[in-house]
């Protein structure tokens, strides 16, 4: 007995091509549509370049499918940003210092950074923010001032990034500022003057010291007078006369004959 093989009609073929087809691109879709955030991150939703004003937080999100929509992603964490920056003081001494930059994108800005900044903000407003703060901060001091008054330069530095960096949406936690090197001839004109400081102290303890052991020496000298040696003389002595007399034949300035 022959097998009767089984023709479905080439419509039939067509219908089911594009029911899969149908399918498939409705799997694309639903899979397509689900973008995943992960923990201290912010998505930005962008539509054909434009930004919505949609952020999305942490999880999971629906979006439009089939790139309708795309999304960009920001950490809003803490972050830290180092520069090496120099500058010139008030009395034109170069100076190089560290500055360290503890940050955080505002939740709620993202997109505003991403209209107006873009991905690379640190490079476009971080960095240079950092070094022309610096530097217009330190042409208010003098090079020993930095020294002696690194905590009034910090909260100049901090204050001026904290209203630039805020116009973005970047709030500033924390600044600060490092390792300070100056030119080699100021550093040596600083270790001389050190060194000509401790001398000085050390010629005037001295001077001092002299001149408080000249006191009491002078002091001493007339409380030493004749008449209390030759007293201290009589307290101590036994009572017998001498045998031999020297001098002018007394003893404590009595006669002995």
Do not use: C
């Amino acid at each position: 007995m022959a097998t009767q093989r089984i023709v479905l009609p080439q419509s039939a073929y067509k219908k089911w091509f594009i029911f899969g087809g149908v399918v498939f691109l409705i799997l694309v879709g639903v899979m397509s549509s689900f973008r995943a955030i992960d923990t201290g991150k912010i998505g930005v939703v962008t539509q054909y370049g434009r930004v919505t004003g949609r952020e999305l937080s942490e999880g999971l999100a629906i979006v439009l499918p089939f790139g309708l929509n795309d999304v960009s992603v920001y950490d809003v964490k803490v972050q830290k940003e180092i520069a090496d920056t120099q500058a010139a003081t008030k009395d034109l001494q170069d100076v190089t210092a560290e500055v360290v930059l503890n940050y955080h994108l505002n939740r709620g800005e993202v997109s505003k950074i991403h209209q107006t900044v873009g991905e690379l903000y640190k490079d476009k407003v971080i960095t240079p923010a950092l070094s022309e703060t610096f530097k217009g901060a330190s042409a208010k001091y003098n090079a020993s001032e930095l020294i002696t008054e690194r905590a009034v330069l910090k909260k100049d530095v901090y204050d001026q990034l904290r209203e630039r960096l805020g116009k973005y949406g970047i709030i500033v936690d924390d600044v600060s500022i490092t390792n300070f090197k100056f030119s080699d001839s100021f550093a040596r004109a600083i270790e001389d003057k050190q060194v000509a400081q401790q001398n000085a102290e050390r010629a005037k303890f001295n001077l001092e010291a002299a001149q408080t052991d000249a006191q009491a020496q002078a002091a001493q000298a007339q409380t030493l007078s004749d008449n209390y040696l030759r007293k201290l003389a009589i307290d101590k002595w036994d009572g017998k006369m001498p045998s031999t007399v020297a001098g002018d034949g007394t003893v404590f300035s009595i006669p002995t004959r």
